[in-house]
């Protein structure tokens, strides 16, 4: 205290505020090279040391405001850190493990990535009792569904196009090599075979949520060669969008005379048609219609049937096409339960043209090669949604100026 007096005079003259600047002086102690600092301030020591206290505290915010911003950027790295990691992975999805794979299954989902997995199956047909044995051994580097990178399999098994029954293997717990070794049997005759689809669909068991369908295996049983013992690895594949369920069948002839420039389509039967209506019956009629350039061109409907699963038709319908439209036609034949409160159901639906595939593709081709004569067969049922989808149909919007004639 005895320290602030010999440059105490100046100071005081210089502020005339000598009791405040005593008050201070008395309550502090600071060393006498502060307090000649302090003493050169033309200010009043209230001041000065307001001013360091207001420096102090802006000091102190600025410091806090350093730690939280700190904090809230790590939380925020974190949760970028998964889209990072989705982009990523789906570049490099040959090389990832399933376990990696894990973060953005929902992404993935139904993409055509390879890495869901491979099963191990084994089949053999016994043609004496038309027993088809259908055995699921094993499965490996099946995808992670689960958090914390593994999934919870099981296997469902059943054959296309009856459907008549549909197996599950046992599900193992939190593995991605499960281990099955289960038989499936189903009674397929010889010739049933070659219009049969086996579908193994592994599954990821959950709980308190949805199973999620880890891929499947869809096998031909028509190009299989039933004269060898079969048992091999497949890779599983993305689900099929549209579970392809038994819709029943339906046979029409189609025949075509490039030099009358007409098509001609019987319907002539249908079975194992769905039912629609309460009465576990139908009432169905099918449809055909043109579509040309991706748009509704002409349509024809055969009569209603009531109450029937097996409707015969034998309707014939010709339409006017030239040469150049059958070329790129497309024909829809759908089957439909006529309601007379409701709005009318569609129970199938196929489509015929040069780009369609398999057995459809087969029939058109058939008619196109054999100008002049009519050529009937069966097709299974597909759903009006799948066949729709694949369709992909314009909308025929009517624009006023398209009316307009220039
Ligand atoms: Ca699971
Ligand atoms: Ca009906």
Redesign the pocket.
């Known amino acids: 205290m005895s320290t602030r007096k010999p440059s105490k005079p100046t100071h005081a003259r210089l502020n005339t505020n000598v009791t405040l600047t005593t008050a201070f002086n008395s309550t502090t102690a600071a060393p006498g090279f502060i307090d000649q600092l302090l003493n050169k301030i033309p200010l009043p020591r209230w001041a000065i040391y307001a001013i360091l206290a207001l420096i102090l505290l802006v000091f102190l915010v600025c410091i806090l405001c350093i730690c939280i911003k700190c904090c809230c950027k790590g939380k925020k790295q974190k949760k970028k850190k998964k889209p990072d990691q989705q982009i990523n992975l789906k570049d490099v999805n040959g090389s990832t493990t399933t376990a990696l794979v894990q973060p953005d299954v929902d992404a993935e989902y139904g993409s055509a990535d390879k890495n869901r997995g491979r099963i191990l199956y084994s089949l053999e047909h016994n043609a004496q009792t038309s027993e088809l044995t259908v055995g699921i051994k094993e499965a490996s580097a099946l995808k992670a569904?689960?958090f914390g990178g593994s999934?919870?399999p099981y296997v469902k098994v059943y054959c296309l196009p009856k459907k008549s029954k549909t197996y599950e293997s046992k599900v193992f717990r939190k593995t991605l090599n499960p281990v099955f070794n289960e038989h499936f049997k189903f009674q397929i005759s010889q010739a049933d075979l070659s219009e049969s689809t086996l579908v193994a669909q592994v599954y990821?068991?959950?709980r308190f949520s949805k199973h999620?369908i880890i891929g499947e295996l869809r096998l031909q049983l028509g190009t299989v060669d039933w004269n060898h013992v079969i048992e091999e690895w497949k890779d599983l594949n993305e689900p099929s969008k549209f579970e392809q369920e038994n819709l029943g069948e339906i046979c029409f002839s189609l025949r075509y005379v490039p030099t009358a420039n007409k098509l001609t389509i019987v319907i002539l039967e249908a079975k194992n048609l769905k039912d629609m209506d309460i009465n576990g019956s139908s009432d169905p009629y099918v449809k055909a219609q043109l579509i040309l350039d991706k748009k509704k061109w002409k349509k024809k409907k055969t009569s209603v049937k009531k109450k029937t699963l097996n409707p015969y038709f034998n309707e014939s319908f010709t339409f006017d096409v030239s040469f150049e439209q059958i070329q790129k036609l497309q024909l829809v034949i759908s089957v439909w339960d006529h309601d007379k409160l409701s709005r009318n159901d569609a129970m199938g639906k196929i489509f015929l043209g040069c780009d369609s595939t398999g057995n459809q593709l087969r029939h058109w081709a058939d008619m196109l090669s054999n100008p002049r004569r009519p050529v009937a067969q069966w097709h299974s049922l597909l759903s009006a949604e799948q066949v729709d989808s694949t369709l992909a149909l314009k909308h025929s919007i009517r624009i006023p100026f398209t009316n307009k004639v220039f």
């Open positions: 569904m689960d999934s919870d990821d068991f959950n999620d």
